[in-house]
């Protein structure tokens, strides 16, 4: 059997009707979603399944819809396939899945992780609101022409690169004038851009306090050694040790994601296929911009 790597999407990937049919068939993912409900004190599935959109767009109900959704098609996955866990020699998440990556190799419980992403999705919407800002997708130019627009940018305010997604997909993030800057930018460079439906700034310093929250969350949460490599968004670098992934939780807040690395990190360990776990097929896209004949097999709710 190849060795495999399983990858857990990030917030922007949630979709109404999502888990709707999954929750009806397997009583394994209804499950997670019940457990959900209890600690939330809201009704998750009726969310995810009816929406409205725009609730299920916000931050406070996005970041634990698709952790909780990315675990039920985990569930789905094991229903199928039973022994394929065993040659899964590692996993990431991008952003917010990577809690959800967390959870699947023993480091939270369901429940613990759960309390975590709800408390980061209410701590970074808090830091969104406090400060007008936003996340843009800058397409098909090399990293550094996107740094330089940046600098260009910061004329207007904060804006930086938040997202290293692939070659041809870099993400940036900064306050509202500063994006606008960049839409101009790239309008004058002839270049595509993609407006993200998030909060604010993620990524970036202007999350803090959020990351000062999360923290004192963590120290407060018991975290075990995981069971296998997960590869933070920090330092595209594989870790286990719970104190080492405390602190790279904290940093991701308001540090870049580092997923292109990541995902040539995991190529450069021997991972020969793919399986994204959870809503849309966003990490496949960005997989196939790294290397155009891996195989990433979608499990989605």
Known sequence: MPKLAFLFPGQGAQTVGMAAQLCATLPAARRLFDEAAAILGYDLLEVCTNGPKEKLDSTVISQPAIYVASLAALESLRAQSPDLEKDCIATAGLSLGEFTALTFAGVFTFAEGLNLVKTRGEAMQKASDA??????????????????????????????????????????????????????????????????????????????????????????????????????????????????????????VVEPVQWEKTLRGLLAAGVEKFYEIGPQRVLAGLLKRVDRKRECVNVQI
Request: hydrophobic share 45%; charged share 15%; net charge negative.
């Open 131 to 252: 400060t007008p800002s936003g996340m843009i997708s800058v397409l098909l130019l090399p990293v550094d022409q996107v740094d330089e627009l940046c600098v260009k940018a910061r004329t207007a305010g904060l804006m930086q690169i938040a997202n290293f997604l692939c070659p041809g997909n870099t993400v940036v993030s900064g306050i509202n004038a500063a994006c606008a800057e960049i839409n101009k930018l790239t309008t004058e460079a002839g270049t595509k851009t993609m407006t993200l439906a998030v909060a604010g700034a993620f990524h970036t310093p202007l999350m803090k306090p959020a990351d000062e929250i999360l923290a004192d969350a963590l120290e407060k949460a018991t975290l075990q050694p995981a069971r296998l490599p997960v590869w933070s968004n920090v330092d595209a670098q594989p870790h286990t040790d719970p104190a080492e992934i405390r602190g790279l939780l904290v940093r991701q």
